[in-house]
């Protein structure tokens, strides 16, 4: 069995960055190309490719953080998530928006096309992070607004954001945090 300790300790280590401290520059065109490749090799029971993704630039941020405050009017929102909500669209400079889409299929359940959504987030993430990049993955209120991404991302009735992906110069290295104990929640049986 081949192995691959640089990977392992890559996994053993990652830390998303918050998406407040990225900034400028963000990956090319050329450099988010191989990065989007291997995220789109995430698992796909059935190869239904459940998902997409729509690259979001500064210039359709500010139209998404504008769109997040006119629908948190429209929605009669709390101060904090009219606050909130616009935030990430404002502050970011690049962000891959990732897009369930859901497939009829009579082997494979729509459940496993979200799961398949969620991991393309993940290994966007980490190939994000594993190319230099700072990277977040988040998604909030306007993410699960029918109104915001039907008309700010265009969606069809059977897509939903899966994740909204940041992409980034980090400005600080965060700390770590304390992470699960897997005595606590891994239980082991062997017959």
Not at 176 to 184: I, K
């Amino acid at each position: 069995m081949e192995q691959n300790p640089a990977v392992m300790e890559f996994l053993l280590t990652r830390r998303s960055r918050p998406q407040k401290t990225l900034t400028t520059p963000v990956p090319s065109r050329d450099q988010l190309t191989p990065i989007l490749t291997a995220a789109l090799r995430s698992p796909d029971h059935g190869k239904l490719e459940p998902w997409r993704l729509i690259v979001l630039e500064r210039g359709a941020l500010q139209r998404l953080g504008d769109l997040a405050r006119s629908r948190a009017a429209a929605l009669e929102l709390p101060e904090d998530k009219v606050l909130k909500g616009p935030m990430q669209f404002d502050t970011s400079h690049l962000c891959v928006a990732v897009i369930e889409v859901q497939k009829d299929s009579e082997k494979v359940p729509a459940i496993e096309q979200t799961y398949s959504a969620g991991a393309v987030c993940l290994a966007l993430l980490n190939a994000a992070q594993a190319s230099g990049w700072g990277a977040n993955w988040l998604t909030g209120w306007p993410a699960h607004d029918r109104g915001f991404v039907e008309q700010g991302l265009d969606l069809a009735e059977n897509e939903r954001v899966a994740g909204l992906i940041h992409i980034g110069t980090e400005t600080s290295p965060p700390p770590d945090r304390p992470r699960p104990d897997l005595e606590s929640i891994v239980t082991w049986q062997s017959a």
